[in-house]
């Protein structure tokens, strides 16, 4: 794939320039909050989180994609870049409104409460959630205050209507990838002429119903939010999942096949020194080529989605804009492969005519070509820096804090990482030395110490896992890269951010202070 976009220039100014003041953040996905719902949901929770929030004088709040986990529970591989996770979608609130009996949510209550088990969540809350659906349908209970979901679905038919065609089909087909579908139905085009079409309408006008109730809950969060002046920071994913319902109704946007829509190449990282066969991810490739000539409308459409949800994105793997790694359909693994060039600046310049106050900010984090740091420096978004990646080398590696630059949203660790106790009990003897030589600490507190150290960093953002603020080791885990099993499913309890709050909030609130981050 040629690039089709042109070459970041070193001079001139920078076309977004947005972290202009200091603050602190908080990092958790809401499927953490504590409950008896099996999974965290948007109810009393979120009140309790903004709470802590408030009083511990942090001002952001960062999440992982919010879309409809499939196979794997992975928020990054959903089945649409535009819907919203049903399993968020509180149901308390449905009794409240008559939709549901109490007795309906007591399967839910059997499940765990420590851990999300996804397996009998899978289970036990889609059947709820149709019989909400059903008693909608049917007229039951009192108006939702959402709004109408007539004029939700109007507002939001360009992506909404593919998508509750394609979860309808594939509830159709037991669970079947589109790519196993009958021809008839393999595209969105000629699926809306087959007569499957009037088959599953009706479980596609559930699949809209449920988009209704999460976007309707998650603006009365917003709404919260924003009443005690804390922003939220989303995330958006570079590629999107193969079985997804974008890649089913646009595959003339992705390196596909025509015919079949198998991929022609898939995305992934080659080997490096922390894997020898690099790592094979499997997502379709963009055609850049015609992203470009449509002018990005679907990238921008897709972030527009995204600022409904939040104030700020995180872009994950930002350096595929620069460059990416094409690999064939058919390899074993990530080695055989090629760079090819993405978008550039081309790219951002479009977003920049089409969302000129757009918040990003940019995942540039591994080994980079100098072009991406330049598109980055261009493009004038804040990039990512680790602390746990700054330990156990020299004095330039990149993630220490002496190197850092204001323009920058410095993490103990982000979802992929061990907690900082964890990684910390983990590490070498030499790591730990190094750590404690430079901050001069002992290392019995080491998440604090790391929280401390991140609020007196010169980044202007510094966001904090709520896990190291529990001072969690690494039973708090969320997510291990390259683990097929178990990720996604670690959760708080009620009685842990109780004492957070009561313990530490102060103290953090001073600790903003004293950095400038109030």
């Known amino acids: 794939m040629q690039n089709s976009g042109s070459r970041p220039s070193p001079s001139g100014p920078p076309l977004f320039s947005w972290l202009r003041s200091r603050s602190a953040g908080a990092l958790l996905h809401p499927t953490c909050f504590p409950g008896d719902q ?44 535009f819907a919203g996770n049903p399993y968020l979608i509180d149901l308390q609130a449905l009794v409240r409104a008559g939709l549901l009996a109490d007795v309906d949510l007591a399967t839910l209550r059997e499940l765990p409460r420590d851990h999300v088990d996804f397996g009998w969540l899978y289970v036990t809350k889609w059947p709820v ?31 909404l209507e593919p998508y509750a065609f394609f979860l309808a089909l594939k509830d159709h087909f037991q669970g079947q990838p589109w790519w ?101 991810w499997g997502n379709p490739l963009y055609a850049w080529d015609v992203h470009h000539a449509e002018g990005y409308t679907w990238w921008i459409d897709r972030l527009r989605a995204n600022f409904d949800l939040c104030d700020i994105v995180r872009i994950d793997h930002f350096r595929g804009f620069d460059t990416y790694w094409s690999i064939p359909a058919d390899a074993k693994n990530a080695r055989v492969g090629e760079w090819k060039k993405g978008p550039g600046l081309a790219f951002f310049e479009a977003v920049k005519a089409s969302l000129p106050n757009a918040r990003l900010i940019a995942e540039d984090l591994g080994d980079l070509f100098p072009s991406v740091l330049e598109l980055r420096d261009a493009t004038g978004l804040p990039g990512m820096t680790i602390l746990q990646f700054g330990f156990g080398g020299e004095s330039d590696n990149l993630y220490l804090p002496h190197n850092l630059t204001a323009n920058s949203v410095i993490y103990p660790g982000t979802h992929d990482n061990d907690t900082t106790l964890g990684w910390y009990a ?42 190291d603020f529990l001072s969690l080791d690494s039973r708090g885990r ?21 004492h957070l709050l009561r313990d530490s909030a102060a103290y953090l609130h001073k600790l903003g202070g004293l950095y400038s981050r109030g």
């Open 38 to 81: 099996g999974i965290g949901v948007l109810d009393d929770s979120v009140d309790r989180l903004l709470q802590f929030l408030s009083a511990a004088g942090i001002r952001n709040w960062q999440f992982c994609p919010l879309g409809p986990t499939g196979y794997g529970d992975s928020p990054y591989q959903c089945f649409s870049a």
């Open 129 to 159: 959630l149709f019989r909400a659906y059903q008693n909608f349908k049917a007229g039951a209970g009192t108006a939702l205050p959402y709004g109408d979901f007539e004029k939700f679905k109007a507002d939001r038919r360009a992506w």
């Open 180 to 280: 196993e579908w009958p021809a008839e139905v393999r595209f969105f085009t000629q699926a809306k002429l087959s007569p499957l079409a009037g088959t599953v309408a009706d479980r596609a006008e559930a699949h809209a119903f449920f988009q209704y109730l999460f976007f309707g809950q998650w603006q009365q969060v917003r709404a919260k939010a924003r009443a005690l002046n804390i922003e939220l920071i989303g995330d958006a994913p570079i590629f999107v999942a193969r079985d997804s319902a974008d890649v089913w109704s646009n595959p003339h946007l992705f390196q596909l096949d025509p015919k079949t829509g198998h991929p022609l190449f898939v995305a992934g990282v080659p080997p490096d020194y922390f894997s020898a066969d690099g790592q094979l």
């Open 426 to 467: 983990a590490a070498d003897e030499k790591t730990r030395d190094h750590v404690r030589s430079y901050f001069r600490i002992s290392g019995q507190e080491i998440s604090w110490d790391f929280i401390r150290i991140a609020y007196a960093s010169v980044s202007n953002l510094a966001v904090i896992p709520l896990q």
């Open 478 to 498: 969320f997510n291990t890269p390259g683990q097929p099993a178990g990720n996604w499913q670690w959760r708080y309890s009620a009685e842990q951010l109780d």
